[in-house]
């Protein structure tokens, strides 16, 4: 088969490509001209340069493809003004999902996040928790998520909608900080540490969406893709020091003085087009819960995460060391 990836030059969309081509199939990757693509280093991948915004671009970049992948965004970038985020994150699909009905209705497997669920107030949550989203990010992953489902039901776009949870391993650098602080016995803990916290590895997220474009009975529907266990966060800090043979950090913060500081900063920087310091969503990490079921892409895709916590943290830590980054 020939998949286009959006979003294949960031860590999760290469190691989709990746997992693609290593399964024998045809891979094309939609990339800006000033994309870096070291991540692609190597890989056997047709490249279009294009952009989400450019509607000729992705007519091009879908056709004669069996199946989208759809993980490009904004993501994390605080100096954003909202309307960055809608243009991306919302046109931006529609313009991908409308080139995909244009050419026949193809396949389109959505990447969203379980972040649509914002803070899980029972844990763990399912697909059937009601969005909460809590920042502009989330807002637009949940308004992308209802135009797909608009798509599917009033023109027959086959769509799939994933929301993978916490996603990290060899090549991430969201995750950078935390294994380096934790390695470093600099990181400091915000709050109590009681929250829960949802890892995945990144080749089981790809597993899972190599899963959801294969069946049909996928189509117009949602699925959490999380791994086999969460931890709270402190247990999560333990086990990442335990494997770096490092004693566990010792500073620990009061919360509601770090929110207000968060705050303050977006405040100032936002306006300037500056990336703020610290901003309030960095800080979802140590207050707000994160563990989700997977029992619906068990029973539907036939998906299990395979790659243990304890595995995934070692192999990430030795990925960082092999780079000089701890």
């Known amino acids: 088969m020939k998949f286009l990836v959006t979003g294949a030059s960031g860590f999760t969309g290469s190691h989709l490509a990746r997992f693609l081509v290593g399964a024998g199939h045809d891979v094309r990757v939609l990339v800006r001209s000033s994309s870096r693509r070291d991540l692609l280093q190597g890989l056997d991948v047709e490249y279009v340069e294009g952009d989400l915004a450019d509607r000729d671009s992705l007519r091009r970049a879908v056709s004669g493809t069996d199946c989208v992948y759809h993980l490009a965004a904004v993501y994390r970038e605080a100096k954003l003004p909202d309307r960055v985020y809608f243009d991306i994150n919302v046109e931006g699909t529609r313009r991908l999902a409308e080139a995909a009905l244009a050419e026949g209705g193809i396949p389109f497997v959505y990447c969203s996040t379980c972040g649509v669920h914002g803070e899980v107030a029972h844990p763990p949550a399912d697909e059937t928790a009601p969005y909460n989203p809590g920042d ?103 086990l990442i020091a335990r494997e770096a043979g490092a004693r566990p950090p010792w500073l620990r913060l009061p919360a509601a003085p770090m929110v207000a500081a968060a705050a303050a900063c977006e405040a100032v920087c936002r306006p300037l087009g500056i990336e703020p310091p610290l901003y309030r969503r960095r800080l979802d990490f140590f207050l707000k819960h994160r563990a989700f079921k997977i029992d619906k892409a068990r029973e539907v895709l036939g998906w299990e995460p395979r790659i243990d916590l304890e595995d995934g943290i070692r192999e990430t830590l030795a990925y960082y060391r092999g780079r000089g980054w701890l």
């Open 136 to 238: 502009i990010y989330q807002e637009t992953k949940v308004e992308a998520e209802k135009l797909l489902f608009q798509m599917y039901e009033e023109r027959g776009l086959p769509a799939v909608i994933l929301r993978p949870v916490g996603i990290y391993g060899p090549g991430d650098r969201r995750f950078l900080k935390l294994f380096r602080g934790v390695a470093r016995r600099h990181f400091p803990m915000i709050g109590r540490g009681d929250v829960f916290y949802h890892l995945t590895h990144v080749e089981d997220v790809a597993s899972g969406f190599a899963r959801a474009a294969e069946l049909p009975a996928a189509r117009g529907n949602a699925f959490i893709l999380a791994g086999a266990r969460y931890t709270t966060i402190q247990e999560l800090i333990d």
